[in-house]
């Protein structure tokens, strides 16, 4: 399997930026596309934003355009999700996932979930 490893959530004010992490374990990953997710309590799971294993192709969710951006680092194994302008709306557990495809929404992830990186956003 993928081992996946997020960080780098906290708490932040509304504004507030962070940058989240995600680690993969095998030595494929360049291979993979990979893409960031978030729940809250009682919701399914939303995608955010994926990428491809080029980093060619980015893909976003409507409501984190122009304030997110993905990226990667295929050297150290690693994902991104730099967060600008963040809203109490984006209060979640951010997840980061795997694929074959091409990263975009519609893609088949693999669904190998780390245990998340909680990220709350105060008013």
């Known amino acids: 399997q993928v081992q996946l490893e997020e960080s780098g959530g906290g708490l932040v004010q509304t504004g507030g930026s962070l940058r989240l992490s995600c680690a993969a374990s095998?030595?494929?990953?360049?291979?993979?596309?990979m893409g960031w997710f978030r729940q809250v309590p009682g919701k399914e799971r939303e995608f955010v934003a994926g990428i491809s294993w080029s980093g060619g192709d980015t893909y976003y969710a409507d409501s984190v355009k122009d304030r997110f951006t993905i990226s990667r680092d295929n050297a150290k194994n690693t994902v991104y999700l730099q967060m600008n302008s963040l809203k109490p709306e984006d209060t979640a557990v951010y997840y980061c996932?795997?694929?074959?495809?091409?990263?975009?929404?519609?893609?088949?992830?693999?669904?190998?979930w780390g245990q998340g990186t909680q990220v709350t956003v105060s008013s």
């Open positions: 996932d795997a694929n074959l495809d091409d990263g975009s929404p519609s893609s088949r992830w693999y669904n190998y």
């Open positions: 095998r030595r494929t990953f360049s291979r993979y596309a």
